[in-house]
């Protein structure tokens, strides 16, 4: 049982354009969300995040997106670099229960963004 | 400016042998998490611990693999008697805290073969 889905293992972008991730959970009881990105024989590298109490966060090029009724949120990078090529991972996990700690990922989206 | 230290980065093991993973948490961290990441999968939790105690290790199988947290020096992932499903990469991750909203910073990971 998948509770965090990222339904597009690939997604290939322009440089300058905007890149979108997308990610569906199905936990209801989830309430923190977080972004990581993973370079190849690297660990993931943490990216932004966002609480339920919020429908956007942005941080520079990265903003996040939640849509609570719909149980999705999504990652846009504006513009998109080829720096930024690496795989995305979408993370979440019961920030205000007992195992807060516990964090549930996705399978990745692996972006490229093509000079 | 050291961040969540793990070695060695590559094991092999032959079906039988033991595998101990090290990690050793930003400085300041005292709460120390593993995932494991199988191929073409995002990473699942295993264990959550604190200095000198198991906080919760729902997510580790109950055979065969354990893991400590000493008063003095690294995490250590210990598996025994290795089967070749074992093999995957191990993550260990640090936080300052474990309240609220967590972000949890990555290791570069072991890569454990299993021949």
């Known amino acids: 049982d998948q509770q965090v889905k990222q339904n597009s293992p690939s997604l290939s972008v322009q440089e300058g354009r905007i890149s979108i991730l997308n990610c569906d959970y199905t936990?209801?009881?989830?309430?923190?969300f977080l972004w990581y990105k993973k370079y190849p024989a690297e660990g993931p590298t943490f990216l932004i995040s966002?609480?339920?109490?919020?429908d956007k966060n942005e941080d520079g090029r990265f903003t996040v997106f939640l849509n609570k009724s719909a149980k999705h949120l999504s990652l846009h990078i504006v513009p998109s670099q080829p720096g930024d090529s690496a795989v995305y991972f979408c993370?979440?996990?019961?920030?205000?229960?007992?195992?807060?700690?516990?964090?549930?990922f996705g399978k990745g989206t692996l972006l490229t963004v093509n000079p | 400016n050291a961040g969540v230290m793990q070695n060695p980065r590559h094991l092999v093991r032959r079906r039988g042998q033991e595998a101990r993973l090290r990690c050793s948490p930003m400085?300041?961290?005292?709460?120390v998490y593993w995932y494991r990441q199988l191929p073409e999968e995002g990473l699942k939790f295993m264990v959550y611990?604190?200095?000198?105690?198991?906080?919760?290790e729902s997510g580790m199988p109950k055979e065969r693999f354990s893991a400590e947290f000493p008063k003095e020096g690294p995490s250590i992932l210990r598996i025994q008697q290795v089967v070749r499903g074992d093999s995957a990469a191990y993550f260990c991750?640090?936080?300052?805290?474990?309240?609220?909203?967590?972000?949890?910073?990555f290791g570069a990971g072991t890569r454990l073969s299993v021949l």
């Open positions: 991750a640090s936080s300052l805290s474990s309240g609220g909203a967590v972000i949890q910073y």
């Open positions: 936990n209801s009881m989830f309430d923190y």
């Open positions: 966002i609480s339920s109490i919020k």
């Open positions: 993370a979440a996990s019961v920030g205000s229960g007992g195992s807060n700690y516990k964090l549930t």
């Open positions: 400085k300041g961290h005292s709460h």
């Open positions: 611990l604190q200095k000198e105690n198991i906080i919760d």
